[in-house]
């Protein structure tokens, strides 16, 4: 009778233990070095991190046409873009959505949509959807900071208010760059981003 007990116990503790298991998603975490990438950009240029030789960090942002969650934020990407350039940050962000599944996301349609909002930054297409999966991004916009190594120091959201930039309380990628220049560990170094699901084929 013991021995059944024990057996069903051990059955419920590992019921349990399965059903409060988060399984962690793929990609890069606090601490990892990111991998270069070479990809195309609304300009027709090839763009990679090591282009920039002297950068002291790059911002780089996932994110697309379509998505309302991205549009909301197009205008605080370029006003980071322009505001870090200056102190020696690149931003690069990277349409990650199959054209195929979203065609607002085309190619062209990235091109015309740099033209229409003045982007100040490299808007690139993730041609074959090879990139995101390594960073491990799930929504657009999603945020990665590296360091001049390319070691990332902060994953996740742009700020704390999707739908405006003055009711802002937290700026979660501005914070993070600010103790970077200042040698200290970010606080918090992820957040949760939100925003609308990267599209893929599958």
Known sequence: MMKKLSVLLLFVAVLLVSAFTVIAPSGYKIGDTATDFKLKSVDGKMYSMS?????????????????????????????????????????????PNDPSVQPDDSYE?????????????????????????????????????????????????IDDNVDSATEVKEKYLENAIAALESGKTPSPEVTKAIGCSIKTKN
């Open 51 to 95: 282009d920039y030789k002297s950068a002291k960090g790059f911002i780089v942002v996932f994110t697309c046409n379509h998505c309302p969650f991205a549009k909301k934020y197009e205008d605080r990407i370029n006003d980071l873009a322009k505001k870090y350039k200056s102190k020696g940050y690149v931003l690069l962000a990277i349409n």
């Open 109 to 157: 349609l990235m091109q015309k949509r740099a033209k229409e909002k003045g982007f100040a930054f490299p808007y690139l297409f993730d041609e074959g959807q090879k990139i995101f999966p390594q960073y491990g991004a799930t929504k657009t916009p999603h945020v990665f900071l590296l360091d001049k190594n390319r070691v990332v120091k902060y994953i996740g959201a």
